[in-house]
């Protein structure tokens, strides 16, 4: 287990960029997850494949559970040592991040890529001020003088929107409501000039005025930067170019967000977007397959409401236009 102070850094050491521009900044194929558990294998994340280009933002949308926050610790390596991964993972076209040494991937976390983990306000350390969490990510940037990190520091707080930076840099965290804590964490991804950034579950917690201060800020932070988000919140969802849908483990919906929230191909999509507050909470009967289950068929089959003798074993990913796929025999 990392101490606070350690998790502190590893999420946040920073080093310049060295991407290649004709490269996507994050290609995934085949990344699969497994736990060992009392000699039980949980299949948490299987055969996962995407792309997320320079300058475009991403969501992936699926119920607690399916396995979208256990890829994108898997994507910085940060599993507990019972995780079993195989797949590949690149960052900016030829750097395989499950091939880097130990030392490698902490210059690479917090630099290149950057997480901005669930609850900010249990990553940032009691003991210690707004100010002093920004200027230690920026003295692991690039070394700047003492007083160019306090300067730069209250540039960062300034541009993610803090009126007044001096009195928020002195404050410690127990000070902070979570959409402050959550610009801090704005302001610390932003030390390192990511070229991936991966929040997981950003505006969880926000209260409407303070969720769509954040999505703003972030569109306008992280423009150049591959941005994944990780998250329940359709409206946030709404926010981002493109769409992964995930169910036990597996995408079984990508495409253009308007494309997939608006004419969504998969049963389960349909059935997600039903759920939500905004068009009348109708949940889906049933529950996801247990994680030691075997894969047999379509894992959604038990509660979808168009499975059908003719459901093929296992359905297929289909095209159905241009980037827009479905895992669906009936698409
Ligand atoms: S393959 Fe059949 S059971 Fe699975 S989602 Fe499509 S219609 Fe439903």
Redesign the pocket.
Same mark, same amino acid.
């Given at each position: 287990m990392l101490a606070e102070q350690e998790v502190f850094v590893a999420f946040f050491m920073a080093k310049p960029r060295t991407e290649n521009i004709d490269q996507p900044v994050l290609a995934l194929s085949g990344v699969s997850v497994q736990f060992l558990n009392h000699g039980k294998a949980l299949h948490v994340v299987r055969d996962m494949g995407f792309r997320i280009d320079r300058g475009s933002r991403t969501v992936i949308l699926g119920e607690t559970g399916c396995g979208k926050s256990v890829m994108a610790m898997a994507l910085f390596r940060l599993l507990p040592a019972n995780a079993i991964v195989s797949g590949n993972v690149f960052l900016n076209g030829d750097t395989d991040v499950f091939s880097l040494t130990h030392g490698e991937l902490r210059e690479m976390r917090g630099g290149e890529m950057v997480l901005v983990p669930q609850n900010p306000m249990s990553h940032l350390n009691p003991v210690f001020s707004v100010g002093f969490h920004i200027k230690e990510t920026l003295r692991r940037v690039n070394g700047l003088p003492k007083k160019r990190m306090g300067e730069r520091s209250l540039e960062l707080l300034e541009q993610v929107g803090f009126a007044e930076p001096p009195v928020v840099a002195a404050l410690y965290p127990h000070q902070l409501s979570g959409g402050m804590a959550q610009r801090v964490m704005l302001a610390m991804s932003m030390a390192g000039l990511p070229s991936l950034v991966v929040a997981d579950e950003p505006t969880r917690g926000l209260d409407a005025q303070s969720r769509d201060h954040y999505l703003a800020l972030s569109r306008e932070l992280y423009r150049d930067c591959a941005f994944l988000m990780i998250t329940h919140d359709l409206a946030a969802a709404r926010t981002c170019e493109r769409v992964i849908i995930m169910y036990a483990g597996r995408i079984?919906e990508e495409g253009p967000v308007e494309k997939v929230l608006g004419q969504p191909g @998969?049963?389960?999509t349909r059935g997600l977007i039903a759920a939500h507050p905004d068009n009348g909470f109708t949940t889906i009967p049933g529950m996801p397959p247990e994680l030691t289950d075997e894969e047999h068929? /379509?894992a959604?089959?038990p509660r $979808?409401t168009? %499975? %059908?003798r003719s $459901? /093929?074993d296992p359905?297929p990913m289909k095209y159905l236009s241009g980037r827009h796929r479905v895992? /669906? $025999? @009936?698409?």
């Open positions: 079984v @998969h049963p389960y068929g /379509c959604f089959e $979808c168009g %499975s %059908s $459901c /093929c359905p895992r /669906c $025999c @009936h698409a």
